[in-house]
Structures are given as C-alpha cells and as structure tokens.
C-alpha cells in the first residue's frame, strides 16, 4: 500500500509538470521563451510545449495598438511664453525580441522621449505657431519617435497634442484680440451692408431715370410721328381737294366743249379759274397772252354797252 501511494503522488506529479508544459498563446499576443536564461524563440497564436525546468516563459507581449496618454509637459516658446502640453502616443510592438531586450521600462521610456522631443519642437515655435500647427507638430513628434523607438521593436502610429494650456494672462490677452477681432468683422460686415444698400439705392435711381428718360424719349417720339401723321393726312387732304377742284374744272370745260362752245367762252371760263386759284390771296399771277386779249375785249364790250 505505501508503495502504491508514492506511486499515485508520483504520477500525479508529472501530469501536473507536463499539464504545465502546453501553453496556448491568444490572438494579438506573443511569449518570449528563454531556455537556461538564453532567448529560445517568440511564440505567436497556437499550442505550443516547453520543456520543463530548462524552458520558461519570460515575458508576454501585447500585440494590439496601445495608448499612451502623458500628463502635460512644461514647454516654453521660442518667444519665452511657458505653457503645458500633454500628449496621446499610438503605438504597437512589432518586435517581442526587441520590446523585452531593448529597453527596461519602454512605457517610461516613450514617455520621456516624448516630453523631450515636444521640448525640442516647440523651442523653435512662437505661440502663434504653437496654436495653428498641431497638425505640424504632430507629424514631426511622430516621426522622431518611431524613429528612437525602432531599436525597441515599437513602432508609433500617431502623436496627438491632446491640450495646449498657455498661461491666464496670455489666455486673457488672446480672448481680448478674439473679441476685437469679431468686432472688427462685424463692423465691416455691417459697412459693406450698407454700402451695397447704397449702391443698391444708387443704382435704383439710376435705372428709374433711364427708363423715366427713354419713357419721355419714346412718348416724343410718338408725338412727333403723330403730328408727322395729321401733316401727312393734311396735305393728303389739301392735294385731294386741289385734285377734285381741278377734276371738277376739267369737267366742266368737257362738258363745255360737248355743248358746242366757241374758244372764247373757254379762255373765259380759264380767266375764272385763275380767279379762283388766286382767291384773294396771291400777289402776283400770271396770265397767258390769249386771255389777256379776251379781256381786253370783253372790257370795250362793257364800256360799248353802257354808252
């Protein structure tokens, strides 16, 4: 019976010893083994064995991108302005050899690193700068620390500049230039308010007298065609009239002449006619040769008569 005892003590003992020896690594992650105190090999995902005693694992290694958020590092301008800037590193290990052999603290180490490089940028920058360059910024801190970080099997995705916390005094002086500066805007919003609501106006009046000014030059226009219009149809009407009396006068010395009359009763009814084209008015006419002599014989007739 005792033998049986340490026989179950025993074999017990080495199912606990092998049971210890199977390791199953996670996804993102990897085991940097050591046999007798030497680097063996990383493990990545899967079942893995050890030997016992001689292998051990001496440090497992987180493969996802991580976060570092510093608290604020003091900094000062390149314009001696002192303020506080705290920082978000990405990174991710890419290399568990390196991570676990590269450096003894790599949190501590990244985050020292950090403070020193932003440090470095930010000394040669004014506060302007510092405020309007974050994007600047960041990509030069990123690019010194991944490239101080790769001997440690890091690599740093991203560098953020999570606050930048000037001093009170330079905080007021900034809200003041803000305050100035939206009044300013405002007042030139206002001024070009009212300048285009002048020009506006301007050109308002402007169109009214144009078209009030071809208005009137268009009713002149129609005044002078229409009086243009009564003079034509006035003279129209004077030729028509002048056209009847002398078709009515040709007419009549037809008629005349189909009646049987003798030439001197027709230079008589000529003589009324220009009797009647003088009308009392004209100053001066002239008489053919022919009537002329008909009237002196019609007056010798009349004085024959009479004595």
């Given at each position: 019976?005792?033998?049986?005892?340490?026989?179950?003590?025993?074999?017990?003992?080495?199912?606990?010893?092998?049971?210890?020896?199977?390791?199953?690594?996670?996804?993102?992650?990897?085991f940097?083994?050591e046999?007798?105190?030497?680097?063996?090999?990383?493990w990545?995902?899967?079942?893995?064995?050890?030997?016992?005693?001689?292998?051990?694992?001496?440090?497992?290694?987180?493969?996802k991108?991580?976060?570092?958020d510093?608290p604020?590092?003091?900094v000062?301008?390149?314009?001696?302005?002192?303020?506080?800037?705290d920082?978000?590193?990405?990174y991710?290990?890419?290399?568990?050899?390196?991570?676990?052999?590269?450096?003894?603290?790599?949190?501590?180490?990244?985050?020292?690193?950090?403070?020193?490089?932003?440090?470095n940028?930010?000394?040669?920058?004014?506060?302007?700068?510092?405020?309007?360059?974050?994007?600047?910024?960041?990509?030069?801190?990123?690019?010194?620390?991944?490239?101080?970080?790769?001997?440690?099997?890091?690599?740093?995705?991203?560098?953020?500049?999570?606050?930048?916390?000037?001093?009170?005094?330079?905080?007021?002086?900034?809200?003041?230039?803000?305050?100035?500066?939206?009044?300013?805007?405002?007042?030139?919003?206002?001024?070009?308010?009212?300048?285009?609501a002048?020009?506006?106006?301007?050109?308002?009046?402007?169109?009214?007298?144009?078209?009030?000014?071809?208005?009137?030059?268009?009713?002149?226009?129609?005044?002078?065609?229409?009086?243009?219009?009564?003079?034509?149809?006035?003279?129209?009407?004077?030729?028509?009239?002048?056209?009847k009396?002398?078709?009515?006068?040709?007419?009549?010395i037809?008629?005349?002449?189909?009646a049987?009359?003798?030439?001197?009763?027709?230079?008589?009814?000529?003589?009324?006619?220009?009797?009647?084209?003088?009308?009392?008015?004209?100053?001066?006419?002239?008489?053919?040769?022919?009537?002329?002599?008909?009237?002196?014989?019609?007056?010798?007739?009349?004085?024959?008569?009479?004595?």
């Amino acid at each position: 019976m005792p033998g049986l005892t340490a026989f179950i003590i025993i074999t017990l003992f080495v199912i606990w010893i092998l049971s210890t020896c199977i390791k199953i690594v996670p996804q993102a992650n990897s085991f940097v083994v050591e046999r007798l105190g030497a680097f063996q090999s990383a493990w990545s995902v899967g079942l893995h064995f050890k030997i016992p005693i001689i292998d051990r694992i001496a440090k497992r290694v987180n493969l996802k991108e991580q976060v570092g958020d510093f608290p604020p590092q003091p900094v000062i301008t390149k314009d001696n302005v002192k303020m506080g800037i705290d920082t978000v590193v990405f990174y991710q290990i890419t290399d568990p050899k390196l991570f676990a052999y590269g450096v003894e603290n790599p949190i501590m180490a990244i985050e020292n690193l950090t403070a020193t490089t932003l440090r470095n940028i930010i000394g040669d920058l004014e506060l302007d700068e510092c405020l309007t360059s974050r994007e600047t910024i960041n990509t030069k801190m990123r690019a010194s620390l991944d490239l101080a970080t790769d001997p440690w099997g890091i690599k740093i995705n991203r560098v953020e500049l999570k606050n930048i916390s000037p001093p009170a005094e330079i905080q007021n002086a900034m809200e003041k230039q803000m305050k100035a500066e939206r009044e300013r805007r405002e007042a030139v919003t206002r001024a070009e308010g009212e300048k285009r609501a002048n020009v506006t106006v301007a050109e308002g009046k402007k169109a009214a007298a144009i078209l009030e000014a071809e208005a009137a030059k268009e009713s002149a226009i129609l005044r002078a065609e229409a009086e243009k219009e009564k003079r034509i149809r006035e003279a129209e009407g004077e030729a028509e009239a002048i056209r009847k009396v002398q078709q009515a006068t040709a007419d009549g010395i037809k008629m005349i002449r189909e009646a049987g009359a003798d030439e001197a009763v027709l230079k008589i009814k000529s003589l009324e006619a220009f009797e009647k084209a003088a009308d009392g008015k004209a100053t001066k006419i002239i008489i053919p040769s022919e009537i002329q002599g008909l009237a002196g014989l019609a007056a010798t007739l009349k004085e024959t008569f009479t004595v």
